[in-house]
């Protein structure tokens, strides 16, 4: 069930492109010392950026949290760069984006004088077809810190439930925070209750997704009402359809959720769903 995943030709690192190989940080690095670092994924349709200026405006709003000075638009110009040096303008793809603090000696105070390490590289994505896709999810506590908003490298905890998931032949981990669900280990998360579009609000204990934005867009758009509210495992009786949203994931059916080796939730309905990834599609490829 695990994708298989490559390196890429090459990486941009500090201001050269370089063979993955080649491609070294020092070990005083604070991304790899501490997790001090924000990244993004950014998506390519077929060479065509889909939303890079809110990627750019959230990576620049998670900087701005952990105060690294940086400007992330001066990115741009290199993110395109990196789609047509690794001949991806006719294909699906992605750019990642890493902005370290940098190196220094370690020491939970930051230094005054620390340069940023940056890291940029395309890879291929496979979306098409993702429509026909259902995923089977668990759901658990969601042991993350407070500031899920801030797209920090940090991710362990998402990688545990992810791989938890995994191990136990499920899709994603559907996280719960008191209750509530919050998102997906990787993924963005949606309910439809008695037709009403639900999802939890913007804050630090989500983060702000670029999908979820155009989902809600989209809905506003059909005219489908959208409430910003955490929906309560207990709710899930409720519930008619559930549907996840990332930049790889695009937006797939939850077909069933396992709660603590319990079945919480089967797919009821679809149609709702079926819509809103018909009208995605006819926005990212047009
Ligand atoms: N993950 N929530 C979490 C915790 C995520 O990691 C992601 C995406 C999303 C969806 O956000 P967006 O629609 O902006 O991709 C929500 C990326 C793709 C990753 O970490 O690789």
Redo the contacts with the bound molecule.
Sequence with gaps: MKPEKKYPAEVYLNGKWLKPDEAFISVFDRAFMFGDGI?E?TLFYKGKGFRLKE?LK?LQYSLDQIQIAFDAFSLENLMLEAIDRADLNNADAAVYIQVSRGAGPRSHFIPEKIKTTILLYAFPVALEGFENKTWEVMATEDKRWHR?DI?STA?LA?VMANEEAIAAGFHENLLVRKGYFT??????LFFVKYGVVHTHPEGPE???????A?VIKICTDLNIKVIEKAVHIDELVEVEEVFV?????QIIPISSITHKDKTVYTTRKDSLTKKLQQVFIKRTRA
């Design positions: 990244y994924v990627h959230r899920c797209k991710l998402n998102e997906g280990s990787h993924s963005s989500i983060l702000s997704g670029i999908t979820r155009e949203t990332g930049t790889t994931t």
